[in-house]
């Protein structure tokens, strides 16, 4: 059974930083391509970025290139997510995923940017 435990949201002000960290349990983490999405109040759910196994290689929306860094630990089965220089359009729910689409994702973490 796939679980997903995301943690590490908050409240913080514009241009401030966060980490969410995501454990994963229940499949082979290490071969699968992990990935980011978010749902900001009264919208649909937004791909933010992907990592491959091992690392090799990253993509990420442009809203958030430049700012935000995708990465894992295979050995520990977490991923993470380092949110820089936030903004009030990064206020979302954040999920953890299998799927870009995010459909088999965790519960969520909380990212609420204001001033």
């Known amino acids: 059974q796939v679980q997903l435990v995301e943690s590490g949201g908050g409240l913080v002000q514009p241009g401030a930083s966060l980490r969410l960290s995501c454990i994963a349990s229940g499949f082979p983490f290490n071969d699968y391509i992990m990935n980011w999405v978010r749902q900001a109040p009264g919208k649909g759910l937004e791909w933010v970025s992907s990592i491959y196994s091992l690392g090799v290689a990253a993509e990420y929306a442009d809203s958030v290139l430049g700012r935000f860094t995708i990465s894992r630990d295979d050995a520990k089965k977490t991923l993470y997510l380092q949110m820089n220089n936030l903004n009030p359009e990064d206020t979302a729910v954040y999920y953890c995923?299998?799927?870009?689409?995010?459909?088999?994702r965790g519960q969520g973490t909380q990212v609420t940017v204001s001033s």
């Open positions: 995923a299998v799927d870009r689409a995010g459909t088999v």
